[in-house]
């Protein structure tokens, strides 16, 4: 089955998960605290709140990114993408920036239900492609991305130019 087949439907910028609760909608500022608190749950750290709120807000006023929460009683999921037009491809790629689920309500199929509305939102604005990255170490989110459909085939290397970083 194609991962985009009718799960979901958008209306508004409101993303319903068809016979479900649950509700994916574009993330607002109102949601930068809750946002914030996932984001360090997954990076397992505690991030300077006054520049994650800098860049926050920055991106939700830039349309190279898409935001979003799973609200069902309070944000539960977020899930980001990022727009950029590499010349290897030729054409429009999205890329999942971030993709997290409170470690309370994970393996209850929100992650893949994120994941369907990132990736449908991306097809609806030209994307040719979904990409992204995830940290080696992450082995349950390689097979979580995987059982999405997902392809490895890439390497990426970093390079610090600055403070150390994980």
């Known amino acids: 089955m194609d991962f985009l087949d009718g ?59 898409i935001y979003m929460v799973d609200e069902n009683s309070g944000v539960i999921a977020f899930g980001s993408i990022y727009f950029h037009y590499p010349l290897h491809h030729c054409a429009k790629i999205a890329e999942i920036e971030e993709l997290c689920v409170k470690q309370t309500h994970q393996h209850q199929g929100i992650g893949s239900k994120m994941f369907t509305a990132l990736c449908t939102s991306a097809k609806e604005k030209g994307a040719l492609q979904v990409e992204l990255s995830c940290n080696k170490t992450r082995q349950i989110a390689h097979a979580f991305y995987k059982k999405q459909g997902m392809m490895q085939q890439h390497d990426k290397f970093t390079y610090p130019l600055g403070k150390e970083q994980k």
């Open 7 to 65: 799960m979901f439907y958008t209306f508004h910028g409101i993303i319903n998960t068809v016979g479900s609760d649950t509700m994916i909608r574009y993330a607002t500022i109102k949601d930068a605290d809750a946002i914030y608190e996932l984001i360090c749950e997954l990076e397992e750290t505690a991030f300077d709140k006054d520049i994650f709120f800098m860049h926050y807000k920055r991106n939700l006023k830039d349309d190279k990114f």
